[in-house]
């Protein structure tokens, strides 16, 4: 049945002659093989649970992201990879004391928000501010109301967009509040900023996320609302009297934190210099300890190279998975990966990133030429009995994006996203959040389409 | 985009001529407006809320399943559908004691096994029975150890195949000892059975089911037990020493019971004779409150003609719910109302059948002809916006076969089934465990399916 896919495909002509034989039945049989290893062992789970358990929650910078870099190193070395650190500088933003206590009108339905700082938030004077709050829905309505802005807080409300089936693209529009909020509210004065929390679901947990400052505007205090809370504001500011909130953050910014890229690889017995990397990010935020974000990208790439050391024991071209450091903070170990003196030496064919979550594998993206394009598109018939529905241009991701503008093939890994936000950045992000099974068949597909990508080249 | 979708549709030749103004736009905008009232509602699992909560657990011929009946016709009728019942005789089983204890060798790592008595289990004499037990992994297992069963208790102990894709087949291929074991066990001489749980994880939640005896071999009792609790006892066996165990179960088979399949409809306008069947079982397991098995199903069905009605006040022909009593104990509900007399003035065009779960849509079944499945093929280029990946031809249900037989086209909602048997007829299918918008999607695409079957016909 999975031969007779491989002949649909090259009858509808979507398989470049000189790439044919990547669709015989050896590779059938390694996707066979590979599928079979990892259904039944179920290890990327595992290495899930020692990662979350272990190392806890892993903000770039923090003791505990310190942690995970030997631990993880530990668990690739354990699995029989060569492995090694690479250096990155990371930002280490803490945070501190974090509370919003709605000061009148008395006896709202709510009294204390639950809030977290945004990442890189400036704290509050000592002690906190109190002031009233203006709520706006949008850049538009905030220039709209450029007046009232002065000292106040800006509450933006902006729900995420229930009615896109594209998860990301609603939370894109969403986050754009949380990111570029502070700034533009510190160009009317603004005191602080109150983002409602990027997530479909009513519920009290909000979800961090980074705030990003314009340099030539004075930076504000920002913190997410869970949006439960956000609901309950709303409601009693269109009651129309005054609502006075007292903020308080402490957070700060400390000095920059020397650390590390985890790298474990197996050699390429034909050519060790051609490179196939399957990454994700070892950094996580504070408030969970990022079981699908992106520990689960993490163990999907460690999975995917075990897998494929469980076919064979060396493919043609090296498979190298590596976990980067801060890519919530500015994504700091994509770029200085990319720009290390090592990969002088090295040539990187193709790049496969997770970051989107430990659900059930529905997609593939892969970037690149379009004749690099209509080659690996065969990977949609080796991947088709894994669970993969389709394989589209356009692939990327936060950490493997500079080794594209090196010339490697970024693909993506593309799961189910219909729950991710739920979880996303907040303290629902646990590995109960996480199912052993999907999780597992992530790991799958990266493996096999690295495998495959290892032993034809792109 | 979407209509970029169906022009490729067209182009690859999927669409027989005369249904091709089914691809006009005015149906992709009534699949828009359909699915974006359904995202943001999201009143499907509000439904299904109501229904767990206020019914509960809904074995068949139980107080609380007549409770449903009550409760879920006066849902649909506030919803503004026409509503009845219609009679079906259900069987009336009841759970009591059911025990199992390892009285031999003392200091095993488990003593007391977490079972549960199958459906139509006989009980086993007053005061349980004592036996040794004897594992098998197969009926040839058993076959060539015939010797060694009379008056033992024989252990099934088959787990469902990890390595398939397709859950339903491995749950297909390992429930069968749950509906044949006793049968054949009993053939044998022995006392009674234990059959291992049907689900991919190793926990302690036995998972219900029926048993079905031979008419012509002797009845003896059966239970499922844990998987945990199976490989403990697994384990325990390996020693080489024997193993008994006392059972104990006082469940009983009471006399049958009237109850009534729950109808709510739309009539149509043009056609109002010509069906167009939405429906799920309303009776569950008695462990949990079904809120997968089959609550999401019946939720699906009235949240899809609940959206029907939010874009047209009345469709061309009828739009029908039916939540069907009694699939769990014989599927008697899908038989008496395909049997009954008022189907004599009535044609029923389709039934689209949801009873896999509440879980992410990935793909819809069709059966029917070859040429009314290449004419309905274009439901795909309408479902694909709403999350649908495939329309493929196979369709049907337990519920609804009986219409196939008097030539319904029979459709089948097919979701991720990835996770369902961690749930499947166990104490763990409880509202929890449903995400309301995974849950509305499968609303959303039985809507748009039935809505443009009830305009177009078959």
């Not at 000292?151 to 754009?176: C, K």
């Not at 051609?274 to 300890?289: C, F, M, N, P, R």
Request: with cysteine; charged share 20%.
């Amino acid at each position: 049945m999975a031969f007779g896919i491989v002949l649909a495909g090259l009858a509808k002509g979507l398989v470049a002659s000189p790439l044919r034989d990547v669709s015989t039945p050896k590779y059938l049989d390694v996707a066979e093989k590979i599928r079979r290893e990892g259904l039944t062992s179920e290890k990327a789970y595992a290495f899930l649970e020692r990662l979350t358990k272990a190392a806890g929650l892993r903000l770039t910078g923090s003791p505990q992201a310190a942690a995970a870099v030997e631990l993880t190193r530990a668990m690739m070395a354990e699995t029989g990879f060569e492995t090694w650190l690479e250096p990155v500088t990371v930002q280490h933003w803490v945070r501190g004391v974090e509370t919003a206590d709605i000061v009148s009108p008395p006896g709202a339905e709510i009294q204390s928000l639950a809030i977290t700082a945004l990442g890189w938030s400036v704290p509050t004077p000592a002690g906190g501010i109190t002031a009233d709050v203006v709520e706006v829905g949008s850049f538009d309505e905030l220039a709209g109301r450029a007046e009232k802005i002065k000292n106040r807080i800006v509450f933006f409300n902006h729900p995420m967009d229930r009615t896109l089936m594209d998860t990301f693209r609603a939370y894109g529009e969403a986050a754009q509040f949380r990111t570029r909020g502070a700034a533009e509210a510190a160009k009317f004065g603004a005191a602080a900023v109150l983002i409602r929390s990027a997530t479909f679901r009513t519920d009290r947990n909000p979800h961090a996320g980074m705030v990003q400052y314009d340099p030539v505007v004075s930076r504000i205090p920002a913190a997410a609302v869970a949006t439960a809370d956000a609901d309950a504001l709303s409601r009693l500011l269109q009651r129309g009297t005054p609502v006075s909130v007292h903020l308080n953050l402490d957070c700060q910014t400390l000095a920059d934190v020397k650390s590390s890229n985890v790298v474990g690889q197996i050699r390429g017995t034909e050519h060790p210099d051609e490179i196939v990397l399957l990454g994700g990010h070892l950094d996580s935020w504070d408030l969970a300890v990022g079981a699908h974000d992106d520990g689960s990208g993490c163990v999907q790439a460690m999975e995917a190279l075990r897998l494929i050391k469980s076919v064979s024991s060396a493919p043609k071209r090296t498979v190298r998975v590596v976990l980067f450091m801060n890519e919530e903070f500015g994504a700091t170990g994509g770029r200085d990966y990319a720009a290390d003196v090592r990969r002088k030496k090295e040539r990187h064919l193709a790049a496969i990133e997770s970051d989107r979550g430990g659900f059930l594998p529905i997609g593939f993206g892969i970037s690149g030429s379009p004749d690099q394009f209509a080659r690996l598109k065969i990977l949609e018939d080796l991947l088709r009995p894994s669970g993969i529905q389709w394989v589209r241009a356009g692939g990327g991701g936060a950490d493997i994006g500079p080794l594209g503008a090196q010339g490697a093939v970024l693909m993506s890994f593309i799961p189910n996203a219909q729950t991710y936000f739920d979880v996303h950045h907040s303290g629902l992000d646990m590995l109960s959040s996480v199912h052993p099974r999907e999780l597992e068949l992530g790991a799958i597909v990266m493996a096999i389409a690295a495998y495959v990508t290892a032993q034809e080249g792109t």
